[in-house]
Structure formats: C-alpha cells, structure tokens
C-alpha cells in the first residue's frame, strides 16, 4: 500500500471533503480517502498496481475538485 497526498481546490465546506471521501473510496484499490478542507488536501491510501494517480485525479476532478499538485 502506498499513500498520496494531493492539494486540492473546489472545497468549500467540510461537507465537500466528505462527498470527496465518498467519491474516492468507490474506486477499486482505494482503501482509505482523507480530504481536508481546511487543509485542501486529500489523502489517499491506494493498494498498488490496483489504481494509478491519473485514476485518482480523473475521480477527484471528476467530483468538480482541482489537484493543485502533490505533497511530499
């Protein structure tokens, strides 16, 4: 497993990080979402070979979200 910690626009409540969160742990090989709106991030804890970052971003852009980019 491996996590991914995205910077994300287009929240605007912590309503829209839980529908985020919904959104994302409907995606095969998504095994944990944590999106914050006050940090505008969105934490994702992926089994690997199951789902790659451009599948993560099509979600989230897909929920009218922005990946801004990547934490390290």
Do not use: Y
Request: glycine share 8%; with cysteine; aromatic share 4%.
């Amino acid at each position: 497993m491996s996590k991914i910690d995205f910077e994300v626009t287009g929240m605007h409540c912590d309503g829209c990080a839980r529908r985020l969160e919904k959104v994302l742990l409907k995606k095969p090989g998504v095994r944990e979402a944590q999106a914050s709106f006050a940090d505008k991030s969105c934490v994702v804890t992926v089994d690997e070979g199951q789902i790659d970052r451009a599948a993560l971003v099509a979600a989230i852009e897909g929920a009218n979200f922005q990946v801004t980019g990547e934490r390290t």
